[in-house]
Structure formats: structure tokens, C-alpha cells
């Protein structure tokens, strides 16, 4: 069946109604017709079967099942990404979305080349958060990543939660992953990895995440790209501590 993706406010009992986007590609792109049953999950984990009823500007549908998906890392991951130029964080969140991680959260950094004024970053936002939701339809995850709006590093790292693990990846540093990850007295259940943008991160903003309780590591003895650092560690964690093993 084909996959779409609603806000929780979308279902109403056994109701169903789908927004303008999701409706047009319902009923333009893979001509659906009345009667045709999809997948439409609801962005926290529930998968509902839905009936289509009618087609129009907004299409509609009535539940006819609900499920729970174990499709979700038990590891949760929070991806602190520098803000890369281009497109590049469209690539980002993507994959990132892809390969499980649960929290993304745009940083500006010292080295950051991207400035915008804050009306400008909370429109990134906007359409970062649409390509998690897109990528999360694609690859079949019940759950779509929350994409922060960007904030100084600082300010990140201030407003963030506790997690059982905490990784600021720094080509400075001395210590590497590997070791870093044998050391640990218990399976983390929650992780957090700060990754620097082009230019990688101040020697300040290292040492400022250090005091917050990251550790400083490197990752193996080349220096990868900004889109490439973020998503071989989630892989190195999901296959240590989630569901790539």
C-alpha cells in the first residue's frame, strides 16, 4: 500500500483528512480512486489503515486498522548539525532520517558561511522539516525526526537534556571513538553528537561542548566532509547500540 504521512490533529475517531499536499499526490500523482486502502502514519510512532472515502481538494478516508511499527532504534539519537552551504543539509537531514536519527538540530557556528536573518532560518527550518517528513514516508519509519530551528551553538547546547552519551567530534582531538565507546559502564539508550560545518569547529566551541559534558573524540585518521561525518557516526552507533547490528 502507499505510504503517506499526517499530523495527529489529521485523524478525528475513524476519520481521516488528508492536507492539500498529500491530497494532491493521493489523487494527481498516483491516481487513487475511492475504496483504495493506504498507510497513513501519523509522525509519533502509530501506522493507520485507511480507507479512501472521497477525493477533492483535501481528500478523506475512514481507519479501518492501527498498528505499532518496530521499525524505531531503541537508540535515540540527537544529530547537533553545523549548517553546511547548498544543499547540503537537505542531504543531511535525509539521510539522517534514514538511518534513524530521532532529534536534528541546526547549528551556526564560528565557522558557519550560511548568514541569514532569523525569519530566513526559521523557513529553512520549515523546509528541512518537510524533507525529514518526505524521508521518513520513503524509508518507512512511523516516526518523523523534530528538525529544530537553527540556533547559536551555544544556545543549543545550553537548552539540551540529559543523554546517557554525549560526542563532540573534533579533528583536535586526542582521543579516538573507538575507544571512547569501550570505556562506557552501561548500553546508552540516548546519544548526542556535536558536528562541525565546513572548517569543522572553533577550538572554543570544543572546549565550551567539553564543559557541557561532550567528549571530545576524533573519528578514525582521515577528516571527513561536514555531510559525511554526521551520518558514518550514527551508523557506527546504530550498529553498536541500535538496530544495524
Do not use: N
Amino acid at each position: 500500500m502507499r505510504r503517506f504521512t499526517i499530523g495527529p490533529d489529521r485523524i478525528q475517531g475513524s476519520r481521516v483528512a488528508f492536507d492539500r499536499e498529500e491530497s494532491h499526490h493521493l489523487m494527481r500523482v498516483l491516481r487513487l480512486r475511492p475504496g483504495d486502502l493506504v498507510i497513513a502514519g501519523d509522525g509519533h510512532g502509530r501506522d493507520y489503515t485507511v480507507r479512501i472515502d472521497a477525493l477533492g481538494a483535501t481528500a478523506s478516508g475512514t481507519v479501518i486498522g492501527s498498528t505499532t511499527p518496530a521499525v524505531e532504534s531503541r537508540l535515540g539519537v540527537s544529530l547537533f548539525q553545523g549548517i553546511a552551504k547548498g544543499d547540503k543539509m537537505e542531504t543531511i537531514v535525509r539521510a539522517a532520517t534514514e538511518i534513524g536519527v530521532r532529534r536534528i538540530v541546526p547549528v551556526i557556528t564560528e565557522r558557519t558561511v550560511v548568514r541569514l536573518d532569523p525569519a530566513r532560518w526559521r523557513e529553512r527550518a520549515r523546509r528541512w522539516q518537510r524533507v525529514a517528513r518526505e524521508a521518513s514516508k520513503q524509508c518507512g519509519r512511523a516516526v518523523v525526526p523534530e528538525v529544530d530551528a537553527p540556533a547559536s551553538l551555544a544556545d543549543a547546547l545550553a537548552d539540551a537534556t540529559a543523554a546517557d552519551l554525549r560526542l563532540c567530534f573534533w579533528e583536535e582531538a586526542t582521543q579516538p571513538l573507538g575507544p571512547a565507546l569501550e570505556r562506557l559502564a552501561s548500553t546508552p539508550s540516548s546519544v548526542q553528537i556535536v558536528i562541525g560545518p565546513e572548517g569543522g569547529l572553533a577550538p572554543s566551541e570544543a572546549a565550551a561542548a567539553h564543559e557541557r559534558g561532550f567528549t571530545p573524540v576524533r573519528l578514525g585518521p582521515r577528516i571527513l566532509r561536514t555531510e559525511t561525518a554526521g551520518l558514518a557516526v550514527v551508523a557506527i552507533l546504530q550498529a553498536r547500540f541500535g538496530d544495524l547490528a
